[in-house]
């Protein structure tokens, strides 16, 4: 198989999804066939879906906050440490994963693109989101101190803008000039779910090398120059050549 390689020129920005954290146990998104609890995901992840049942949403996010609270970072979150020691501020790690997995096992430069389980906002007034870890009683909706509307987790449902700050930092990370080149690694993700699907072109517009690791092929596959399938915690740790 063909090196990744990693030198002192390259600059490397990863993008993961639910897939990296499968072999930590938590059940991947469209693993569940779209489906929890027989609910579409969609009723359950998506402002339309808390307007209507605030109380069926909490149970939800709180059944997988007590599901990911004791787990741990699996070998393939690790590699990505070891990669950003390498090449420090030449790392950037956009994760759409919500499990706090990555900063668990160490990584610093990362963005939380869809938002954090660990993290609670207010749907109805701007107080600053707060970290919180929760797990509140099966039929409650919890309430903000400060206005005494409903709370909602920090995270960033379907229909729902991504934080402009983030977007931007990834942006920055893409179309900086500092003579290195760029190099884009996603893994673990079903390549569906936009605009992070469509990261793969944003770089190969400034012709970066890019690169899959998935377990199955993904929507955008064709996408990228290099498709290594299989598990992220069995190739990560061997696929990158630190130089
Ligand atoms: C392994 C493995 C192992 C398993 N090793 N691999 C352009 C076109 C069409 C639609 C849109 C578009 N732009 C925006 C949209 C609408 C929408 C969207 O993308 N819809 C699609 C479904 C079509 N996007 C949005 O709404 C986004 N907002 C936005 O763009 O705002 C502006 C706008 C709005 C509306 C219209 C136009 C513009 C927001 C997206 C937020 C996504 N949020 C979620 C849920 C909340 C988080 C949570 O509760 O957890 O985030 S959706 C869900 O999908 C979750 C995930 O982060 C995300 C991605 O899923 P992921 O990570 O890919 O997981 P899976 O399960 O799908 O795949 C796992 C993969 O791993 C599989 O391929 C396995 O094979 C593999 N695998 N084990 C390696 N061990
Ligand atoms: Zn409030």
Same mark, same amino acid.
């Given at each position: 198989?063909e090196?990744?390689v990693?030198?002192?020129?390259t @600059?490397?920005?990863v993008? %993961?999804? +639910?897939?990296?954290? +499968?072999?930590?146990? /938590?059940?991947t998104? *469209?693993?569940?066939?779209?489906?929890?609890?027989?609910h579409?995901?969609?009723?359950v992840?998506?402002p $339309?879906?808390?307007e209507a049942n605030?109380s069926?949403? &909490?149970r939800f996010?709180?059944q *997988?906050?007590a599901?990911?609270a004791?787990?741990?970072?699996?070998?393939?979150?690790?590699?990505?440490?070891? &990669?950003? !020691?390498h090449?420090g501020?030449?790392?950037?790690?956009a %994760? !759409?994963n919500?499990?706090g997995?990555? %900063?668990?096992?160490?990584? !610093? *430069?990362?963005v939380d693109?869809?938002?954090n389980?660990? @993290?609670?906002?207010?749907a109805?007034?701007?107080?600053?989101p707060f970290?919180?870890t929760t797990?509140?009683?099966?039929? %409650? /909706?919890?309430?903000?101190?400060s206005c005494?509307g409903?709370?909602?987790?920090?995270? /960033? &449902?379907?229909?729902?803008m991504?934080d402009?700050?983030?977007l931007?930092?990834?942006?920055?990370?893409i179309?900086r000039?500092?003579?290195t *080149?760029l190099v884009?690694?996603?893994?673990?993700t079903s390549g569906?779910?936009w605009? +992070?699907?469509?990261?793969v072109?944003?770089v190969r517009?400034?012709?970066g090398?890019?690169?899959?690791?998935?377990?199955?092929? +993904?929507a955008n596959?064709e996408?990228?120059h290099h498709?290594? $399938?299989?598990q992220?915690? !069995?190739?990560?740790?061997t696929l990158?050549?630190?130089?």
């Open positions: 198989m090196p990744l990693l030198d002192s020129r @600059r490397l920005l993008l %993961t999804g +639910a897939g990296v954290s +499968a072999e930590s146990g /938590v059940p998104f *469209r693993g569940m066939n779209g489906l929890w609890e027989n579409p995901v969609e009723a992840a998506s $339309q879906g808390f605030p069926l949403v &909490w996010y709180s *997988r906050r599901g990911a004791d787990v741990k970072p699996n070998p393939g979150h690790d590699a990505l440490v070891r &990669w950003e !020691q090449l501020d030449r790392f950037l790690l %994760t !759409q919500v499990d997995l990555h %900063t668990k096992a160490g990584s !610093q *430069r990362v693109m869809h938002g389980l660990f @993290r609670t906002k207010c109805d007034c701007a107080r600053e970290a919180d797990v509140h009683p099966s039929g %409650t /909706v919890p309430k903000c101190d005494g409903r709370l909602r987790p920090d995270i /960033v &449902w379907f229909g729902e991504l402009p700050k983030d931007a930092r990834i942006g920055e990370f179309s000039q500092d003579g *080149r884009f690694l996603a893994a673990g569906a779910v605009p +992070a699907a469509g990261i072109d944003e517009s400034v012709r090398d890019t690169w899959l690791v998935n377990y199955e092929s +993904a596959t996408r990228f498709f290594v $399938q299989g992220s915690g !069995q190739v990560l740790p990158a050549k630190l130089a």
